[in-house]
């Protein structure tokens, strides 16, 4: 979940490694005195790592196999633009009470709080969004929240986003630069927030998920990356090694991988991606019960991608937040977050979303980076076409993502979220997918993993 969304709140105050082999036994031996359990872990993204460390808190011996050859999965911080930039998830959400806070802290790394009230908007002649344009487009964006909410309260799994949002932007009654405005407020919280077209979503998914106690939102100067280091500390992980069938028996599980191997342990707690269960890619034998199967087809996998660009120096004003040109459709809303304030230089990261942002993927990195850099420029002036250098994402292309996170479509619910982490005798299933108080975050992920870990310890314990 980008921090891109724009609240009530935030545009009212708008003024302007691993390697190591798999031995037989390689773990800790429990105080019983009984045999030692082996229990691996599929993925070194966040909710792999949670599931890894709980499992050794616990005393049991893990080993993570993992496909890519780095840690981290969704959370990627490359360092292409001269300085650490985050490529997937970025911003702690909703920092007071989140784990992951706790874990930045203990590491000792540099938060930069990101205050969303500071959004420059232009129109596409290149003039401003004045303080009365975005004032009543507040007001607008507010009542079709509260409609939203007010629809939510009686709605069912199989009611639709689309219809009720249509009404209640009709209803708004505003026109000119003032809709486009609100427009593009809804863009960041509807294809860049949540990373699916308003009709994929159903009603209930437009507010899905919990706060924990709520505090500015974070970047961290050395990026995101650094808390995946910090949680694969003395956790073995072997990279390179994709799992393309998962066989399991009452009592034990058998992992086949890309290059033939056969590992067996205790235990497996499993944490591909939404999208590389819907892809079909890994097997499972004998299959995954009938609710988590129905869990997969039915949830919804969103796209959200970044276009960072590098410029010679920063054309925009220094204590700006978020950039955009207002005024067009919904579904290809662009939104920009100076990230000059957490990298220290002329850095922009751009966002496109959803079914624009999979056509974009389709026709190219040049594609992608012209589409963002020519509706800045639209506002802004030929400046904001003129990077130096650039990195485009491909989530939806990514092999081991196939998408950038989950969310609910018609027909779906948390249930099929709980259904997807329910255990399956020695295997568990875990990541963001599964987290119903927090999914599509980092943290969610972490969560889901961690209590999984913890109920894989348990199964397995002697
Ligand atoms: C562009 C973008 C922006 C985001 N912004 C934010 C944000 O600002 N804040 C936030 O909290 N969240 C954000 N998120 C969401 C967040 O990144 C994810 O919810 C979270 O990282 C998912 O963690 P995970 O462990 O469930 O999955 P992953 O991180 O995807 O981990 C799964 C791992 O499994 C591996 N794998 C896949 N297939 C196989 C296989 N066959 N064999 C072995 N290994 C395999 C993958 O390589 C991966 O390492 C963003 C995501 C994206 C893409």
Redesign the pocket.
Known sequence: ???ERLTRRRLLASAAVGGAALAAGCGARPASGGPARRVIV???????LGAAAELRRAGVAVTV????GRL????HTGTELGVPVDL??????DPDGNPLTTIAREAKLATVPTDYDRVALRRADGREVTDDELGAADDAFAAIEDALAAAAEDAGPEDRLAPVLTRARARTGVRGVVRATTDWALGTAIPLDLAADARELSLDGYDEGETYDGGTDVLLREGTGALIRALATGVEVRLN????RVERSRTQVTLVTAAGERLRADGCVA???LG?LQAG??RFDPPLPRAARRAISRLGVGL???VLLRYPSSWWPDDVVQLGTVGAAIGRTVSAANLQPVTGAPILAGFVGAGYARSLERAGETAMTSAVTGRLAAGFGAPAGRPVSFVA?R?AADP??RG??SFLRPGSSSEDRAALGTPVGPLILA???TSIDRP??????LVA?QRAGRAMARTVAP
């Open positions: 979940m980008p921090a599929i993925g070194a993204g966040m909710a792999g196999l993992e496909a890519r981290g999965g969704r959370v997937g998830a970025a911003w702690i959400h090694t994709p799992v393309r944490t591909f991606p590389v890619t890994v959200l991608d970044k994402t989530w081991w993502a950038s996170y990541g963001e997918h599509a975050t980092m943290d969610g992920a993993g």
